[in-house]
């Protein structure tokens, strides 16, 4: 299908197009990337037990895997995309006032529900704005996008310093200020009108698209990949408060985290001269042993005496268990999919990541309340089954490839 015409107006480059959606990436990232190595600090010194804390983490993925689909097909409609952001993070900055109430159970997690809605679809419609500029003005989506990458490493760092300094209690603050941050940026965003092609998760897409994608090889690998990621969900979850229960300190948690971050940048810029060759399916199944290798690895770092040092051994496996995963989808879908497909795609590796990352997240809290960090074996055979599926994936793989 031809894509419309681009008015006169969308054929001329906003001033600035690249320093404002630099700016909206960074300050997008910045309550990302405070909020999951922190939130669930905060959640335990409310009183919280394990259980309710992994209610509250997973009932807005579930939510969020059907809402942000809506809301990014929502964005394609209206005028302008960058107006439905500003509307976004403008709720997500009240909304994100919310966690100042007193923080009953029923409060917070009406709060984190009501959040994800308005909070998930930012990333999305951030990057629909940044990828009209690169269709239409040959900008450089990389140069514009590591600014994200860039923030969120230093929210992990700094937000543990900040809570060395003060408390747990400081971490809806932090929230609340990078909203607002945001929210003053998104208000320079590029006014670029509607897209000619559906935003990445565009539930519009994800319809029309879906049933020619439906096919064995592609299903069996989204599906590996969600399960894969979904067993990651013990470590988003819960580490942060097991580094604390063993006398690890803020500001060492926001180093750990950090470090888990600079593994997968490094991993972003050797890929292709170490893994560059490799078969996406070969490229999975590395991921999954490497998580394998993390889930038999964190419970014994303390009990053998390697201390803080071993944990930043194994948080350098985020480099394989994590990024790995990240290109090899890409590349799977590079590969195997047509272009105006891709984002139909995106959104059915979306919404498996999102949906096995929820049950998991689920499990988690009863598994650390019973078991404590050994809750990072019950991880093992996650991983082993996203293995099986990758597997399965293999043997149903297409003759030929579309492209890089």
Known sequence: MSLPPLSPEQLVKPRHFELRMSLIFFTLFVPLGTHLPYFPLWLQAKGFHAEQIAVILAAPMFLRVVTTPLLTALAD?????????????????????????????????????????VWTPHSPI???????????????????????????????????FILSATS?????VIIFVAFAAALAVGLIAPRLGRPRRASPLSASDIQQSAPKLLNAYFLYFSIGVGVITASHAFLYGFVSIYWKSIGISDSVVGLLWGWGVVAEICMFLAFTRVFGSFSVVSIMVIAGIGSIVRWIAFPLIWPLGLGVAGFFAVQTLHAISVALVLIGLQKMIGETVAEERTGAAQGIAYFSNGFFTA????????????????????????????????????????QHRIGG
Request: hydrophobic letters at 55%; a positive charge.
């Open 77 to 117: 409609r209206a005028r302008d995309r960058a107006n439905v952001y500003i509307a976004l993070v403008a709720a997500s900055l009240v909304l994100a006032a919310g966690y100042f109430l007193p923080p009953t159970y029923a409060m917070v997690l009406a709060v984190s529900l009501a959040l994800a809605v």
């Open 168 to 172: 747990a209690g400081a971490v809806p």
């Open 126 to 160: 951030a990057d629909s704005l940044a990828l009209s500029g690169v269709r239409r003005f040959g900008s450089n989506y990389a140069s514009m996008r590591k600014w994200g990458s860039i923030s969120y490493l230093c929210a992990n760092l700094a937000g543990g």
């Open 359 to 398: 049950v998991v997240t689920l499990l988690s809290g009863p598994l650390y309340d019973r078991f404590g960090v050994d809750g990072f074996f019950a991880m093992i055979p996650i991983a082993l089954i996203g293995l099986t599926l990758i597997g399965f994936a293999a043997r149903s793989a297409p």
